[in-house]
């Protein structure tokens, strides 16, 4: 299956030629625009199929409260806004994403679910969260995410950093499927396509991996194969300490 899996793979990157191309000179850059608006689309179908599991996952958020004032959530590649309704009443939340026509988007979602105090919308990459503070934060969440940044272990260690001590990194990302299933080879070979249709979105990452070298103190991760489009069924889900 190894060598028709890649002689398939190949044969959809020549399909994608154009795409490459297009995008390296940057015809490809209105798309920033459009995306937004077909993630709004996509998260409200994703919270109605994943809705338990965010629930489930986001009750542990209660653990991490500080001493004093409120839970300070980070949530690195905010998109829409489609967590907010899952954190608890009174919230601080600063959101990050490096797509600034999320914008609007955001502020229909701050709108609908006011029991959250936001602080900020930031205009900058995972990778790079200088403008947050060392150790200044109680959670940093990332969903569906870590698919599509360009350096996972980066991501990971600037969430290290602006986390307190103590603090938790909360994810819920797809993943690579088994090597032995069908899902793991069209994964490999729609992956080109994928790329472009998804705005950098990777679906053969193994990113549990990454997250057990990251260096957190404990790390909860559970692998799920939700109801989901089968590309992006197999899921890691669960949260890292600081």
């Given amino acids: 299956m190894t060598f028709f899996m890649h002689a398939c793979a190949f044969f ?28 709004s689309k996509c998260a409200a179908s994703y919270n109605d199929k994943m809705n338990d599991k965010k ?13 004093n004032g409120p839970l300070r959530i980070l949530e690195v590649g905010c ?31 701050m709108a609908k679910n006011d029991h959250l105090v936001y602080d900020s919308f930031v205009v900058a ?10 150790n200044s934060v109680d959670v940093v969440v990332s969903t569906l995410v870590l698919c599509s940044v360009k350096d996972v272990h980066k991501v990971l260690d600037e969430t290290k950093r602006v986390l307190r001590p103590g603090g938790a990194f909360f994810f819920m990302e797809h993943v690579v499927s088994d090597p032995s299933s069908w ?14 249709f998804g705005d950098g979105c990777e679906t053969t990452r193994a990113t549990w991996k990454d997250l057990e070298a990251a260096g ?12 989901l489009f089968f590309l992006v069924r197999p899921h890691i889900v669960g949260y890292a300490i600081k």
């Fill in 125 to 134: 990459s995972g990778e790079n969260l200088q403008g947050v503070e060392d």
């Fill in 216 to 227: 957190f103190s404990d790390l909860q991760l559970r692998h799920i194969h939700p109801p």
């Fill in 79 to 109: 998109g829409s806004g489609a967590n907010f309704e899952y954190y608890p009443t009174g919230c601080k939340l600063t959101c990050i994403d490096p797509n600034p026509h999320f914008r609007s988007y955001l502020e229909k979602s």
């Fill in 55 to 67: 629930r489930e996952l986001f009750r542990n958020l209660s653990k991490f409260y500080p001493t």
């Fill in 183 to 196: 899902i793991y080879f069209f994964q490999h070979v729609l992956q080109p396509l994928w790329y472009y």
């Fill in 12 to 39: 959809v990157k020549i399909i994608t030629l154009p795409l490459h191309v297009a995008e390296t000179v940057g015809l490809l850059s209105f798309y920033k625009r459009v995306f937004p608006f077909i993630v």
